[in-house]
């Protein structure tokens, strides 16, 4: 069986979500990783959860993965 590939958010960190899923479908990925800092962001910056999907929609793309919570056991 194969898995689809997914586009990591990290891949192009500093692409906007709409050229983001722009180039995941543009070269082929079966979706896209969003961080969930990102995701914060672009609700506090008016996007809906609708304007979101309707993006993803356009391409075909769907998010795939949330980044993993990272210092969670970490000290100081």
Known sequence: MTRPLLLSHHSI?????AERVRAAADAGYAGIGLVFKEYERLRESGRSDASLREVLAERGQRVAEFEAIRGWASTG
Do not use: I, P, T
Request: aromatic share 20%.
């Open 13 to 17: 960190r500093h692409a906007d979500f």
